[in-house]
């Protein structure tokens, strides 16, 4: 059973990287690789999610961060704000972490309650997610 | 992901798209590196350009615009299904930068996606290059 109420919590264990690629304009919080099983998985209007087959949860990606999802989030600008130039990508430093918690819970209550209301529309999640 | 020297090329391949317009790709071990942690899929470098090269030669839709933000540079987004089910789409995805010499790769991965929310670029205005007669996105 995929278990899309606990992202905040699965993120703290897991130690999710968050990366802004400016190039493409991508967001991503993850596990820092994602493992060769997992596939992404989109069924919401701004989020993919990083999905194992045994259905757990490895990380969200968001394709046009700054251009849409942050234009209707503003609050969210802070994100990419605090992050560091690593090479060629922009990185939020473990000791910002602590500082965006709030930020990062409200980004993983979004995704839950998101898929609350496309689950109440119809979307089948189970058999969506675990589709190969 | 951007392009780099062409010295510097640990991944380097070219590609024909369904046009015949020639498309280089030249990414460094790290942004290799950086690429594959993100999307396992790509596996090699063997099996990356197999993809790019399917999705590019004979995609079902491809979109070219701006994203939004950046008026700079214009992209070609390729989309290719590879599977499809009644509300669901297996795809790749290749999204080719223009703003060089050479139409070069800047990123490719592939997912599922429910048919709504698959291409992106319709909420940007971008406009439609080519569309398989038989494809529902």
Known sequence: MINITDIFNIAKRDKWVMEYNPDLDSLYWSKPKISPSTQLKKFLQDFSLYITEQGLIEGLFIEYAKGNFISHNTEYAELINKMVKVNDIYVLPQNKVKGVEPLLKSMANMVGNETFDAVNKGLDLEKFVMTR | ?137
């Open chain 2, 1 to 137: 992901m951007t392009n780099t020297n062409k010295d510097n090329c640990f991944y380097s391949d070219s590609f024909k798209d369904y046009r015949g317009k020639p498309i280089k790709l030249c990414w460094s071990e790290e942004l290799w590196i950086t690429h594959l942690n993100k999307h396992p899929e790509i596996i090699d470098p063997l099996h990356t350009s197999e993809l790019i090269s399917k999705t590019v030669l004979e995609p079902s839709l491809v979109m070219t615009g701006y994203r939004p933000g950046n008026a700079k540079e214009m992209l070609v987004c390729y989309y290719k299904e590879h599977k499809r089910s009644e509300s669901d789409v297996y795809y790749s995805k290749v999204v080719i930068g223009c703003s060089g010499p050479d139409l070069y790769v800047k990123t490719v991965f592939m997912g599922w996606a429910l048919y709504i929310y698959v291409v992106q670029e319709k909420k940007y205005n971008f406009k439609e290059l080519y569309r398989d007669k038989k494809t529902f996105l």
